[in-house]
């Protein structure tokens, strides 16, 4: 058994679209990177925060401007089980959000519960998995240690997770923060949020939620995983890059 609960981010593929679209003022293409979150809790049970691309993803351009690039071996099954957990073991997939992005590897999980937030758009999940509709807060693993709780604000039911551990907590942002520089300015850094009045409203709790120690790994930004504290839970890994 376990004595800590762990987070490995696992790098899901890339994708690659004109940074005007994802920051304002920006100038050329940005390269994003696409990430799902094996959490394995203190007890050995698994759960993934987000999904990344599916495998049908590579190769496509999707609303004619994000080109997405999924390599072999690389979907989240395949990532999950290079981690060493059998896909079929994931017990709870919490979906930041509904955007191809992040959901396009739930059919790989096929034994997961998916925690969706209630107000999110749900038209883009298959309707095979067990769905738990999820109000303002959910706990993971019924003991207070994985907590979801809702950021709205890039998507009306946009959700983050937060992972307890001595000092503070790592919080697995998704989208509600694309870059580690989003929290740095308080205005709206993204140019098409669903809500921005909400958008800022949640950019301003993680700010502050960083301010107070906690890690807060942003949606679409490798730079994270050179800045991992001391203590932190997330263990970067091989599979954590291209
Ligand atoms: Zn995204």
């Not at 981690?83 to 930041?96: D, M, T, Y």
């Not at 992005?101 to 298959?126: I, Q, S, W």
């Not at 992972?163 to 140019?191: I, K, N, T, W």
């Not at 930004?221 to 599979?239: H, K, W, Y």
């Amino acid at each position: 058994m376990r004595r800590t609960t762990e987070i490995l981010p696992l790098r899901c593929g890339t994708l690659r679209a004109p940074g005007k679209m994802l920051e304002r003022g920006a100038q050329g293409d940005f390269t994003l990177p696409v990430y799902a979150f094996l959490i394995i809790h203190a007890s050995g049970r698994a759960a993934v925060f987000d999904a990344g691309l599916a495998p049908s993803d590579h190769g496509q351009v999707s609303f004619e401007a994000f080109h997405n690039e999924l390599p072999a071996g690389h979907d989240v099954a395949a990532r999950v089980a290079a981690a060493g957990i059998e896909p079929g073991r994931i017990e709870a997939l919490v979906l930041s959000h509904t955007h191809y992005d992040h959901v396009g590897g739930a059919p790989l999980l096929p034994n997961a519960r998916v925690l969706v937030h209630r107000r999110e758009e749900l038209r883009t999940l298959d309707a095979a998995h067990d769905m738990l509709l999820v109000d303002e807060t959910h706990d993971v693993f019924g003991d207070g240690s994985v907590q979801v709780f809702a950021t709205p604000g890039h998507t009306c039911g946009h959700q983050s997770l937060r992972v307890f551990r001595e000092g503070g907590a790592d919080v697995l942002a998704g989208d509600a923060c694309y870059f580690c520089r989003s929290l740095d300015h308080e205005e709206v850094d993204q140019p098409f949020p669903f809500d921005k009045a909400q958008y800022v409203a949640t950019k301003r709790r993680l700010a502050a939620m960083r301010a107070r120690g906690d890690f807060v790994v942003p949606g679409h930004d490798e730079r994270f995983l050179d800045q991992i504290p001391p203590g932190s839970a997330v263990r970067a890994t091989a599979l954590s890059r291209l």
